[in-house]
């Protein structure tokens, strides 16, 4: 049942910020009687929606859920009250909410009516799935996943900068997935210039992430493709460049550090943020301990030198290196796409 909970919450992938993937299966003499999902904020939470579906099946029954009913009021009324009301007698959760406004008190709640809890069935895969919620509130910022694209040799460009195509189309494909998953894809003032990008979904269905550039002194061009856009600034950018952004539908925020420009992102209620490049700007948030995971798609082929993931010289040693864990591969078409955790 966890199973099916948990498949059911990731329906809403990329829609639901800046609240939790949620499912709810409600079981009845071993049948489901209710199921649901959160789709999305102000949207019906997924125990509400299972409890509307079961309607007087729900007295006596067991809600199966991958993360702790909440207990306080914010767009839609708490579901541990509905829970109690509609006479669930047990609920099986993956795991605690780290919200704050929750952590334990939906489960003591629900205690405190009588309702056998249980937590931790499928805690690993509940925390897998709700990552990019977990990081924003316990550390109060997105979770940030890096992602580029090299060859065997180590170029994500030649060193004129060309980068087109390091990867082949499957992989190009997966990033579009990635777009469309996360609340936000960013970018340096570099890769503007360079590359002109649109940083759209293209090659699969989904919306469109919020686009962010890092443009200290506000250089990105006014027919820049990635436009209307959030702009994050320096406090010296130029007045004059500020407004000619913001005339062509440009938000423009002052937060120049990677910290700064979480913080914007995090008070938007971006849970998850794709860093697309450039280098320098890979550099700076690796730096400052803002990169959570990465992504990398491995090309079969050499350019003997070229433009590395990240610039400047990096650690003195090997034993410096930051170790990657859950480390996965898989091909796509004639690349690996590599995932790991910071």
């Known amino acids: 049942m966890m199973g099916r909970v948990l498949r059911l919450a990731a329906r809403a992938a990329g829609h639901t910020a800046p609240n939790p993937l949620v499912g709810a299966v409600l079981v009845q003499n071993g049948q489901v009687v209710g199921e649901g999902w959160h789709r999305g904020a102000g949207q019906p939470h997924a125990e509400a929606a ?6 007087p099946g729900a007295r006596g029954a067991t809600l199966y859920v991958n993360l702790e009913p909440c207990n306080h009021h914010g767009r839609t009324p708490p579901c541990t009250d509905a829970l109690i009301a509609a006479g669930v007698t047990r609920v099986v959760a993956a795991m605690e909410d780290p919200d704050p406004r929750v952590r334990g008190k939906g489960f003591e709640r629900l205690r405190a009516a009588g309702i056998d809890v249980s937590v931790g069935d499928h805690a690993q895969q509940a925390l897998q799935l709700n990552r990019w919620y977990v990081t924003s509130r316990t550390r109060n910022r997105p979770r940030v996943l890096y992602k580029w694209a090299q060859t065997l040799d180590g170029a994500v460009a030649t060193a004129d900068g060309d980068a087109r195509w390091v990867s082949g189309p499957q992989a190009r494909r997966q990033v579009h997935r990635l777009r469309a998953q996360l609340d936000a894809v960013l970018v340096g003032i570099g890769t503007v210039l360079s590359d ?12 469109d992430p919020l686009r ?3 443009d200290r002194d506000a250089r990105t061009p ?4 990635i436009l209307p856009a959030l702009v994050c600034v320096g406090p ?14 440009a938000t423009v925020a002052v937060a120049a550090t990677p910290q700064e420009i979480l913080a914007a992102l995090h008070q938007r209620g971006c849970l998850g943020v794709l860093l697309e490049g450039g280098h320098r700007l890979a550099a700076a948030f690796l730096a400052a301990g803002c990169i959570d995971e990465v992504a990398v798609a491995l090309a079969p082929s050499l350019v003997g030198g070229g433009i590395p993931p990240f610039a400047g010289p990096g650690v003195a040693r090997m034993a410096q290196a930051l170790p990657l864990r859950d480390l996965r591969v ?13």
């Open 330 to 342: 898989k091909r796509l078409g004639t690349d690996l796409w590599i995932t790991g955790m910071m």
């Open 236 to 249: 010296g950018a130029p007045p004059e460049r500020v407004r000619a952004l913001e005339s062509c539908g």
């Open 196 to 207: 002109d990008p649109r940083l759209t979904v293209r090659h699969t269905r989904g919306r």
């Open 212 to 214: 962010v550039v890092a």
């Open 50 to 55: 299972a409890l509307a579906q079961a309607g």
């Open 222 to 225: 006014l027919r820049a493709q």
